[in-house]
Every structure is written in structure tokens, then in C-alpha cells.
């Protein structure tokens, strides 16, 4: 399997879109220091879901595809279940306060 022009063209506007946002938000931030900490505005629980999103993520990327590789596909399934289940919960049981 080779990786065509075609792929790198994606990556590399995906990459300049993203890179383009932050340069965008960071602009319109009168300071560093605000850029950096969201202008200290952001709540607890937007920082810990914020934090357990970045976890979550990495552990999915990383953990379970490498498990999946080398143990094989139930065991990738007996893994990664209570992450869905529990990540689901949240998103299922919250209530829309408006």
C-alpha cells in the first residue's frame, strides 16, 4: 500500500486549515498569555471534559488499535466496550437546560 499525492494534498490543507484557524483565533487574542489559558474563562467542567477528551482519544488511538493489531479483534471489542459505555453515558443522561 502506497500513499498516492493525492493523500499528502489532504493532509497537508487539512494541516494549513488547522494551522489557519489557530493562527485566525490567535490574532483576534489581545495577548499571549490569553491565547494560552482561553482568557481564564473556561469552567470546570468544560476543562475536565476537555481533559478526559484528550485521554480518551489518545487511549483509542493509540492503546486500542494497538491491541487490536497484536491480540486481534475480540480483544480489542473486550477492551475498549467499558470506554464506549462510559463515554456514552454523559452524552445520553445529560439534560438540555434550555
Known amino acids: 500500500m502506497t500513499i498516492s499525492w493525492i ?3 489532504i493532509i497537508g490543507a487539512y494541516m494549513l486549515m488547522m494551522l489557519g ?3 485566525y ?3 483576534r487574542s489581545p495577548s499571549l498569555e490569553e491565547y494560552l489559558v482561553a482568557g481564564r474563562s473556561m469552567t470546570t467542567p468544560i ?10 482519544g489518545l ?5 486500542t488499535s494497538e491491541l487490536a ?3 486481534g479483534i475480540a480483544a480489542y471489542f473486550s477492551y475498549a466496550a467499558p470506554y464506549f ?4 453515558y454523559p452524552i445520553g443522561s445529560a439534560r438540555d437546560p434550555m
Open 7 to 9: 493523500d499528502f494534498s
Open 21 to 23: 484557524v489557530g493562527y
Open 25 to 27: 483565533v490567535f490574532r
Open 47 to 56: 476543562l475536565v471534559c476537555t481533559l478526559a477528551s484528550t485521554y480518551y
Open 59 to 63: 487511549d483509542v488511538l493509540f492503546g
Open 69 to 71: 493489531f497484536n491480540e
Open 85 to 88: 459505555a462510559l463515554s456514552a
